[in-house]
């Protein structure tokens, strides 16, 4: 197939976003969008630190802000090794592992589930023949693997990565056949006219055609890999913020039982904001195609 529009549709200037005034009490761009964004979270905190007495509430169960934070500071900075406190400094190794957990369980829930899901979509044959098991296996919850996860690999890291590939897997397969299959017809039969062949239709018109749908499975399946991951790290290892989860709920600990559920939260949001960056730049087509209209 013949390249040039493709490279006269990069190279064409993207046009620059109109200037929008800020309104109320936010100024415009992404300063105000933060602002914005960050208002609920401190809002809730204020209240939960108000209605807190004696740095607890609900009975003295659940700790108010400011504990969370000195439990928080002393596990991510304090010395190891040292007095009573098994957490203190632990934190940083605690989200590399859980953080390479989902890396590598998330990289090998793309490598099958892109290609499975675009195939199933593409081909009537591969669809009758994959698909039946996959929507067979697919309402099987993660904890229901555990059992299973442990009685093959053990308690080791190679449990936690095939529960969060499995995890992973269906969101993203599911979505990329969805992609793959809502192609627009006059796309395949345009491509067919110009002589490409069924191979070209797939790499050039199907698979592009399909990233929305693709990223937004992504997206999913990301959040399921670190839902999996702690529940993983809560059995089937003895590292990781799972473990810590578990092991500080076990006594007591629950300033920092907040604190590592706010750490999963937080590495949970970059991983997808990272995510959210890597689509934003694969699908600048889309914005050119809009604008040139």
């Known amino acids: 197939m013949n390249d040039a529009p493709a490279r006269a549709l990069d190279a064409a200037p993207v046009p620059a976003a109109p200037k929008v005034k800020g309104r109320g009490l ?38 108010t802000p400011d504990r969370v934070w000195d439990a928080w500071v002393v596990w991510a900075f304090g010395p190891q090794g040292m007095g009573l406190n098994p ?29 499975a899901g675009v ?24 904890t229901a693997w555990l059992p299973f996860s442990i009685a093959v690999f053990g308690i080791q890291d190679m449990g936690a990565i095939f529960l969060i590939a499995l995890g992973g897997f269906y969101p993203i397969v599911v ?19 110009m ?32 839902t999996a991951v702690i529940v993983s790290e809560m059995v089937a290892v003895k590292s990781g913020l799972g473990y810590v989860l578990w092991d500080a709920y076990y006594v007591g600990r629950m300033d920092v039982v907040i604190a590592d559920m706010l750490s999963i939260g937080a590495m949970g949001l970059l991983s997808d904001r990272l995510i959210v960056t890597v689509e934003h730049w694969a699908l600048r087509w889309r914005r050119l195609q809009s604008a040139s209209r």
């Open 87 to 115: 957490y203190s400094g632990t934190w940083l190794s605690n989200v590399l592992f859980s953080s390479m957990r989902v890396a590598q369980g998330f990289v090998l829930a793309m490598a099958i589930g892109i290609p």
């Open 195 to 226: 002589g490409a062949s069924r191979f070209d239709v797939l790499r050039r018109v199907v698979l592009p055609a399909a990233l929305p749908a693709i990223f937004t499975g992504l997206r999913i399946g990301l959040g399921i890999a670190w």
């Open 119 to 142: 195939m199933i979509g593409w081909s009537r044959a591969v669809s009758g023949t994959v698909d039946p098991t996959i929507q067979l296996l697919r309402p099987i919850p993660i």
């Open 26 to 63: 936010f100024p415009a761009g992404r300063t105000g969008a933060a602002m914005r964004a960050a208002l609920l979270p401190i809002l809730v905190i204020a209240a939960w630190q108000l209605a807190g007495s004696g740095g607890s509430l609900a009975g003295g169960v659940l700790p």
């Open 175 to 193: 979505n990329a056949t969805h992609g793959a299959r809502d192609v627009d017809r006059n796309w395949i039969r345009a491509a067919e006219m």
